[in-house]
Each structure stands twice: as C-alpha cells, then as structure tokens.
C-alpha cells in the first residue's frame, strides 16, 4: 500500500484525472447491451412459441379426436332411433307381392324404407359384414313358383337374427334362400364391402361379429405366430404413460461433430524470472451422464407416436487443472467480486469433474419406419434449465480456472434423434443422440461450444402400451 | 458528484431503462477513462477497454449488493478489463514480461509532484509496460504486492522490484519536467 508522501500524491492527483470519451464509446456500449437484451427477448419469445405451439397441437388432436368420436356416437344413436321408430315389418309391407316371374326378376332387391334389405340365410357372416346378401341366381330363377309368404318369412327372421345389424339400416340385405356356392361368397363379399358406407369404427360398435371375429383370431393368430405384437395394440389412441431412464456419454464439442475434447488453447503467462512461459487450456473430456424422468405418449396414426416428457439430466466432463489455492482474489468479473479457492492453470495434472444438473421439458414424435418391424425414429427438442453447475471457467487474465456458475448460459436447447424399439408390453429400449444448440458458456470471448450427449435407454409404460 | 440518487439509478438500469443507463454512464465515463488511459499507450485503447468495461457493468450491475461505492466497484471491474486487455493484446503483451535489462536506481526521494494531472498520467503512461501497471495497481489503485502477483501471474518479490524501478524512474521524469516547467516559467517571467 502506499506509504509515502509520493504516492499519496500520485494517488489523489489521479482519483481527480479524468478524460472526455468521445461519443463513440456510448454508442457502441449502448448497442453491445440492447443487442444482449434483443438476444433474451427473442429466446423469451422463441420458447413461448414453441410451448405454445406443442400444447395447440396437441389440443387440437384431442379435439379433433373427441369430435370424431361424438359425431360417430351420434350418428349411432340417431340410427337406433330411426330403428327404433321404424313400423313393425310386416311381410307385406317388406316385400312387393310377386307378381310373376317377371317381377322377381326386374326387382330382386326389396327396399324397405332408406336401406335394402336383402337377406341371405345362408351364413350370418353376411350378416355381421353389415349387409346380408340375398341374391337370387339361377337357383332363383329355378324357385320361381316360390311364395311371396315364404321370401318374407326368411326376410322377417334374417331381420330378427341379429338386433346389432339393425343399426345398420346403411347396409342392404339380400335374400337367399339357396345355399350359395363359394364363389358366389366371394362375390358377396365384394359386393358387401362396396356397399358398406360405416365407417370402420361403426363397425366395431357392432358386437359378436362372426367376421370380423374370424379376422381378428387370424390376426392374432398369425401375429403370435411371428412373434410381433398387433398393429391395433401399437395404435391405441390413448395417452400412456411411464418412467424414463437413459444412460450415456457427454461431452463438449466445439461446432457441431464429434470431438472428443474441447480445443485447447494457449495463454502466454508472465513468469517472475523474466522472459515468458505458456499455459495450455485443459482440453474437456468426455464423461458420464444420465437422465431420469417421466412421459406420456399417445398414437397418431399407425406411424406415428407423440412423445411428451419432463425428466432430470446429469451431465459431466472432465479437465486437468493444476493445483487448488485456498485463497482469495479480487476479481470484479465475478459474481462474488472476488474468487476464492480457484486452480491454477499451470501444471495441470489433476483431473476435475465438471458437473450440470438440468430440468428437461421435452416433446417429439417418433415415425415408424418399417411396415413390417417395430423400429420407431424419434426425434425431439427440449428446452432444458441449467440449475446448477461447478463448472470451471477459465480466466485468461489470471490464468486460473475458478467456479463461476454466472459463465453459463441457463437456458438449453436440445435436439435429439435416434431409435426406438418396442420390447414386450411394457418397455421400449431407445439409442439417441443429443445435441445442445446453445452454447454453454454465456462468455462472448469463449469460442462457443455446445454439449453432445449420446446413449441408451429405457421406457417403462406404467399403463401398459394396449 | 452529481446530486443523484443512485440506488435509485442502480435500480433503474437493472429495468433497462436507457436513461439510466445513459446517466450512469456519464456519471462515470469521464473518471473511468482516466482510469483506463493509465494503463494504456493509446487513448483509442483507453476507450476500448472503457467500451468493454462498461458493458460489464451493465451485464452484471444485478451482482452489486450496495455494499460499497458503486465508483469503486465500476473502478475496479475498469482496471480487471484493462488488465485482461493487456495481457490479450500482442502489442503489450511484448512488455508485459517484466525484463530486468533496463536498470533504474532506486531513489527515496519524495518530490513535490507539482505537475497537472494529465502530465502526470502521461508520464506513468512513458513507463514499460510492466512498470506501468504494477505502479497503477500499487500506487494508485491500493493492491498488495502479493495481490499484484496473483492478479499478474508473478511474484511478489517480482513485483517490489518492478515497483521500485517504476517508482524510480517516475520520480526522476517528474524532477525532470518539474525543472524544465520551472525554467520555462523562469524565461517566461
């Protein structure tokens, strides 16, 4: 400290010094920091965007669904009413009387009401397809002299055999009282599915369809056989949900690509016996990382799958420092104004683990990719909150590495790509690939770096994926 | 000082109101210069490192606590900026490593520094760079030598020796001019 009268002297002539900055100096200080707020405003913004973004998409898919849905029960329920309303048939009022042959012929479907009913007694596929088919082929022609009484007797049974195919007035029914040969089926069955106006679903409303019934054992069964699950098990419009864990490597990469270490610099130091020496900065290994966490998903489509999380990440590196002082220095750019117990950038031989402790919200969608096997292609962005981190931070003016968690940019933005593959009913193993496009360092002189972070993982459907 | 209230302007500029940021800044911009242009050859230099050292301020005016003077603390971020600007800046860096070739004798004289403070900042600004700073940081700014070592990467020892030297050869510039400006005033009268 100044002791003397001189530097007394020098000290209270130099406290009044001062100088006029030329008007440059504010401008360019007045843009550096509206450019700094411009750069928080549009990640503020950009954020806001995105959430708001996901949650419009995924509102307006569970409107869209629900509406669907309510359109389809109301469209069910206004034709059990008109079912329900319909005058009891009477073979009379079913059927034209058979005039002739002639007759027969030119009408061999009779239309009752909106629907054509036709009835088929041979099967009661025919039945559950929706529309039962009564043809009158050659055999037809052959049982000319068959009563009317008889024709609407079939019709009257066919129509009580089966209340469910009742709400299908959409459907025509074809009375045949012969017994069809199988080609004849097939050509029903065509017949059938092109006059089928229902939807699919509709069809799924009607219960204890022999048909359908078949086509689902013979599903499953063929499934089983193969060893993969059913497509509709995949495709269940519900929101599951589970646990998450993933496990891997992360490291700090300069750019994008794989590097397995940060790029090192070289500082000049001042040394006390004249001359100079150089300090190296430590390059960033790799090291470990994980991430725990919740996530509901729900199908889109047959492809598609829709991924919602929030999870818990932990992320390492590590750097050679040189050896901790446990003392204490003024430094203004800190956030403390001074940093206490800091390493030295020289003689770096000991290994220092930098640690990140991140909340992670995270939505994307996964693509099936084959139409045969269950492999899943996910992508993702997440926005991640650095909540904390000892980090070292390397000062160039002191040359020492020192805790400053103010260095770091909070806010992170994560993309993410890799494989997703179903395992059993309950879990699906995952390899990804991760990639921070912030940079990590909030310091502008720090050439930016960004985090990679790659591995395994598992997904445990606490609801089970059917 | 202007009559301001300034935790009011401290408060202020962390809303980002531009006239406060604006009426800190000439608050202390002229002060900080002078500080900056000590431990710079160049005034564009000084104003560089002004620029940098204010934008600092402003990105970490949220840290102050109102523990101490705001000067003090703007004044300090000013010298760490300056520091780390020479030791950056290959045209210092030449003369930052503290060569012992040019010896200076060590004098305990005292003189009267009668000079204008604009001289004498110019003649602090005529040492080698090594002189320079640890004078600034010694003299002026009330560092420990062990503080200067540690902020400078030397020894203390070092920078005692450095001082002396620096201390040395001020004082022998100031007799100097002091003697030519009396001479001047002598012809002058």
Known sequence: ?466 | MVNINEYQLVKDCLKQKPKAQRQLYELYAQNMLGVCYRYTKSTNDAEDILQDGFVKVFSRLKQYKHEGELGAWIRRIMVNTAINFLKRNRKYQDEMFFTEQTLHPVTDDDPAVILQTKQLADLIRQLPQGYQVVFNLFAIEGYSHVEIGQVLGISDSTSRSQYARARALLIRWINETSAKQKNENYAGK
Request: net charge positive; with cysteine.
């Open chain 1, 1 to 466: 400290m100044p002791e003397n009268k001189f530097e007394k002297q020098v000290q209270r002539k130099m406290e009044e010094f001062g100088l006029n900055p030329s008007s440059r100096v504010w401008d360019e200080v007045e843009e550096r920091i509206n450019k700094k707020r411009r750069k928080r405003k549009i990640a503020f913004w950009l954020l806001l965007f995105l959430l708001i973004s996901l949650s419009s998409i995924t509102t307006g898919i569970l409107i869209l669904k629900d509406k669907k849905k309510s359109n389809e029960q109301s469209y069910l329920k206004n034709k059990k009413q008109e079912l329900s309303d319909f005058p009891v048939m009477k073979p009379a009022e079913t059927t034209k009387p058979v005039d002739g042959n002639q007759n027969t012929k030119s009408t061999p479907e009779k239309i009752i009401g909106k629907s054509q009913i036709k009835s088929n007694n041979h099967n009661s596929i025919a039945l559950t397809q929706s529309t039962i088919v009564n043809r009158k082929g050659d055999e037809k022609d052959n049982k000319k002299t068959e009563t009317a009484k008889e024709e609407d007797k079939s019709v009257i049974s066919e129509w009580q055999v089966s209340d469910n195919v009742k709400q299908i007035v959409d459907s025509t029914f074809v009375v045949n009282n012969s017994q069809p040969d199988k080609s004849d089926t097939l050509d029903e069955k065509e017949k059938i599915n092109s006059e089928t106006s229902i939807s699919s679903e509709i069809k799924n409303e009607v219960e204890q369809k022999p048909v359908l019934q078949e086509k689902k054992d013979s599903a499953n069964t063929s499934n089983q056989a193969t060893g993969k699950q059913p497509v509709s098990s995949l495709h269940t419009k519900k929101w599951k949900f589970g646990l998450t864990i993933e496990g891997g490597i992360a490291e700090v990469a300069k750019g994008i690509g794989f590097v397995s270490s940060y790029p090192a610099s070289v500082y000049q130091a001042p040394s006390s016996g004249g001359g100079s020496s150089t300090i190296s900065l430590s390059p960033v290994y790799a090291s470990g990382a994980f991430t725990a966490g919740v996530f509901v998903q729900r199908s889109l489509s047959k492809k598609l799958l829709l991924d919602m999380g929030l999870s818990y990440s932990f992320l390492s590196t590590k750097r050679k420092v040189g050896n901790k002082i446990d003392s204490t220095i003024s430094n203004p750019n800190t956030s403390q104004g001074s940093i206490t117990n800091f390493y030295l950038g020289a003689n770096a031989d000991n290994a220092y683990t930098n640690h990140y402790h991140f909340l992670n919200i995270s939505g994307g969608i996964e693509w099936r990719i084959f139409k045969k096997n269950f492999v899943f292609w996910k992508n993702e962005f997440s926005y991640c909150r650095l909540l904390s981190s000892d980090e070292l931070y390397f000062d160039s003016g002191y040359l020492i590495y020192y805790r400053d968690f103010s260095q770091l940019n909070k806010n992170h933005f994560f993309l993410s790509t890799g494989l997703s593959i179903p395992a059993g009913n309950r879990f699906d193993l995952e390899a990804f690939l991760k990639y921070d496009l912030t940079p990590t360092s909030a310091n502008k002189n720090i050439p930016p770096a960004h985090f990679t972070y790659y591995g395994i993982g598992i997904k445990y459907f606490l609801s089970g994926k059917k």
